[in-house]
């Protein structure tokens, strides 16, 4: 992955902090989480766990899933986030949006569309809402035939979603 420019990695007892200060082109992804700052260019995608923050300076063109992101720049791409999504004054996103929680603070640019998600699951809890075992859950999911989405390595199912599956009888054909 090209990079050009300073990163600052900042860690303490309770938080992985990454301060990025570059131009970047690639895939980050991150199974732990971590406080990610994005001042620079940014080109590629990106996977979060914790808070991914693009400042007001930063462009990025990306498809970007997070926990939970905070937008102060120009972002073009499609944005996934698992708990909230946020869009400062200074925001411009081209993309579309799925979250559970949106907050568009007055002065913030949203030219896509926008889903609002309700309940996530990760595969632990659909086995266990639907008393099937974990590892069939995994091949349903891989297969396609459960209705899921996958961020990097961790499968995520909405209950909606999932509850339409289940009375449409497709999981006793799955048993």
Avoid at 64 to 76: L, P, T
Avoid at 77 to 102: S, W, Y
Avoid at 163 to 168: E, G, M, P, R, Y
């Amino acid at each position: 992955m090209p990079l050009m420019g300073r990163k600052e990695i900042h860690q303490d007892q309770e938080n992985k902090i990454i301060d990025i200060h570059a131009q970047m082109h690639g895939s980050l992804s991150f199974s732990d989480p971590v406080s990610l700052r994005i001042n620079g260019k940014f080109h590629g995608s990106l996977d979060t766990k914790g808070t991914l923050t693009i400042g007001e300076k930063a462009e990025v063109e990306a498809m970007i899933n997070g926990e939970n992101v905070i937008i102060a720049g120009k972002v073009k791409g499609d944005v996934a986030a698992d708990k909230m999504l946020t869009l400062l004054p200074t925001a411009i996103l081209q993309g579309n949006i799925k979250t559970p929680k949106l907050n568009i603070v007055e002065g913030a640019i949203f030219q896509g569309n926008c889903q609002m998600r309700e309940d996530l699951l990760n595969i632990d809890e659909v086995a266990k809402y639907l008393e099937i075992d974990l590892k069939e859950i995994e091949e349903l999911a891989n297969s396609g035939k459960i209705p899921a989405t996958r961020t990097g390595n961790v499968w995520k199912f909405e209950r909606e979603q999932i509850d339409h599956w289940a009375s449409s009888g497709k999981v006793e054909r799955s048993r």
